[in-house]
């Protein structure tokens, strides 16, 4: 979703992203490789001579019920991925000089009212934890003369998939309603706003983690009757956290993140949101401007 729109804006200004696919594609104003981005393999060399590398790959977290083996996939997704990535960067002969990597503001836990930025301790929840080793496999790349950015992203907001598409039918239906307490802090940030930050961070010295999450800071509750108000839809059934829990186990607390996470990083190096505030941002899914 955030990669596809970030290789069209940079192939519009006469960039030649090259993208990294399991099946053969010839499609857009870019090239393309084929492969297993957890798996060393000859799309590797396609990093040599490259100016940068973006790696947001990772298997969704919000797609089934965390079982044993699910925990597993979603790590080995980040770690295995972005090792592979390094590794190639490694052999390079002309490395990129910047890599950007995905990372989630779930590394700070569940934190109640405290006010997070980057310089924050992790939490100690699998979340945390994954992220904390995801970031570490992004690091090694420093060693190799490389400018790390780890963008700790909030929940990605879009009018053409992610977990806004996912949220919409119970309050289409009516039905709508926080996920868990609606006290818990629910950090996010507008699609377009993510590929802004990506961009800027490729362009300018920023180095190490990144909160990419909009300006305004709000509940769940705050959230719920924001996108209730732009559907014109009631938003008066909270879903309980033990409900949540029951039907969906350790996944549920990811819906229901409890993070009060600033931005600080990227706006005191300049960075400018275009979506700094929720109802715009959601009006501008629902319009089609996501």
């Known amino acids: ?36 981005v957890g798996d060393a393999g000859a799309w590797q060399a396609a990093l040599d001579g490259c100016d940068a590398v973006v790696h947001l790959a990772g298997e969704s977290i919000a797609s089934g019920r965390w079982t044993a083996s699910r925990k597993q996939r979603l790590v080995d997704s980040r770690i295995l991925s972005t090792r592979q990535v390094v590794a190639a960067i490694a052999a390079a002969k002309s490395p990129p000089r910047v890599l950007v990597n995905a990372s989630a503001a779930g590394f700070y836990g569940p934190r109640g009212a ?43 907001l879009s009018g053409r998939g992610g977990a806004l598409q996912k949220m919409l039918l119970p309050f289409r239906l009516g039905l709508g309603g926080p996920l868990g307490p609606p006290d818990r802090w629910f950090p996010w940030v507008h699609e377009a706003d993510v590929t802004a930050v990506i961009r800027f961070a490729l362009g300018t010295p920023l180095t190490g983690a990144v909160n990419a999450v909009a300006p305004q800071l709000v509940t769940m509750g705050d959230f719920a009757k924001t996108l209730g108000r732009v559907l014109h839809r009631p938003a008066l059934l909270p879903v309980p956290l033990f409900a949540l829990r029951t039907l969906l186990g350790e996944m549920a607390d990811s819906l229901s993140p409890g993070q009060r996470v600033h931005s600080r990083a990227v706006t005191e190096a300049g960075f400018q949101f275009e979506f700094s505030e929720l109802e715009p941002a959601l009006r501008a899914c629902m319009n089609g401007r996501a």
């Open 1 to 36: 979703m955030v990669g596809s729109r970030l290789c069209a804006q940079l192939a519009a200004e006469g960039n030649t992203p090259v993208g990294l696919s399991r099946r053969i594609r010839t499609e857009g104003d870019m090239e393309w490789v084929q492969g297993e």
């Open 114 to 156: 405290e006010d997070l930025d980057e310089s924050s301790a992790p939490g100690s929840d699998f979340l945390a934890d994954l992220c904390v080793a995801w970031e570490s496999e992004a690091r090694v790349a420093a060693s190799l003369g490389v400018r790390v950015v780890c963008l700790r992203l909030g929940v990605v």
